[in-house]
């Protein structure tokens, strides 16, 4: 069954692998590139197919700019970022993408452009992107294929992912000097359960959110950290209060005592702890750049495995990118064997500054 299985997706492979070279060559003589002329440009839809709500998070300060120059943004992308970007008021449509979905409505929408963030080059992306029929298809690091109208170069592992974005901004004759900003309009609905959540604590000097778990084993905490965090941080000369922030399930399995968590958890209930919150720590990106979107202070720690589309530095592309983070880039392979002394001064300078700082 093993073998049988493996030759099937190999067989899968070989005419992905073909039907992705016909894509291409269909369109081997397409004219040469032009200038790209954002005058011609009114409708835009931005691409973020894989649901990953880092790249979501980073996307929403691109939107917010073209949108704020009269430009009309919409989203494809599937149901968690959709969930994120709910009631954002520089979002015109968020389309929910489905793997091999019908595009009548997006081709009746009449995109003038199409803006692909990713390097990903596989025959389903090009097949989607054929198929949308846009007047322009913006991308990069796409030079040798035709289909794309336009192709920024960006290969940079020594910049900050938001500069990718900024390339977007730059190529519809933007100029922006300001801080690039991420946008999150938030639920009011998980606001108020946070609320409830935190009022179970009492008074407090700080509240705390902790986030152990990410999209890649390797990056987790494991239980023996939390459980230190915990006890070391309600050990401190104040009162504090924790909050865990992850799918409730796997918060419930750790067992932890003298921590809170939202039962029955959404992305947006992590996006309403963080906002709630004072002071936010965690290994995960996405969590990274929500807590970088309501400015707060953190600390995030990261191991120093590269990017898989890539092979560029994740922790330095990834990276909080502003002040009042601290982020942890640790030697181990697996963040769960990082000892908590190589975490915690950092943590307790935070949380001491903080209360500090109200005194």
Request: glycine content about 4%.
């Amino acid at each position: 069954m093993r073998i049988l299985k493996q030759l099937t997706r190999k067989k899968n492979a070989f005419f992905r692998g073909i039907k992705f070279n016909l894509i291409n060559y269909r369109y081997r003589n397409k004219p040469a590139r032009k200038a790209f002329d954002p005058a011609a440009v009114r409708r835009v839809l931005l691409l973020r197919l894989d649901d990953k709500v880092g790249d979501m998070v980073v996307t929403t300060g691109c939107a917010r700019i073209l949108a704020e120059r009269g430009y009309q943004v919409s989203v494809l992308t599937g149901p968690i970022c959709s969930e994120i970007l709910a009631g954002s008021e520089f979002i015109q449509q968020v389309y929910l993408y489905r793997p091999r979905m019908s595009l009548n409505t997006l081709r009746a929408a009449g995109f003038d452009a199409v803006i692909d963030f990713d390097d990903v080059t596989s025959y389903e992306r090009f097949k989607l992107l054929a198929d949308l029929r846009a007047t322009s298809v913006i991308g990069f690091n796409k030079e040798p294929y035709k289909l794309y109208d336009h192709s920024i170069a960006f290969f940079d592992g020594n910049s900050h992912i938001s500069l990718r974005y900024k390339q977007v901004v730059k190529l519809f004759g933007i100029v922006d000097d300001r801080p690039y900003h991420y946008h999150l309009p938030g639920c009011r609905h998980e606001r108020e359960k946070v609320a409830r959540l935190l009022s179970q604590a009492g008074e407090v000097e700080l509240r705390i959110a902790i986030n152990p778990f990410t999209a890649s084993e390797d990056k987790d905490f494991c239980r023996h950290q939390v459980a230190t965090l915990i006890e070391r941080l309600h050990a401190l000369p104040y009162r504090v209060c924790i909050v865990m922030v992850g799918r409730s399930e796997k918060i419930r399995q750790l067992g932890l005592d003298m921590a809170l968590y939202i039962a029955d958890s959404t992305i947006n209930s992590a996006v309403e702890v963080i906002r709630s919150c004072d002071l936010v720590i965690t290994p995960d990106t996405s969590i990274v750049h929500i807590a970088r979107a309501f400015d707060k202070p953190m600390v995030a720690v990261y191991n120093k495995r590269k990017l898989k589309n890539t092979g560029l530095p994740g922790y330095h592309i990834w990276a909080p990118g502003y002040d009042k983070a601290k982020q942890i880039v640790c030697e181990e392979a697996n963040v769960a064997d990082v000892a908590i002394e190589s975490v915690w001064p950092v943590i307790k300078e935070q949380a001491d500054r903080l209360v500090a700082a109200r005194s």
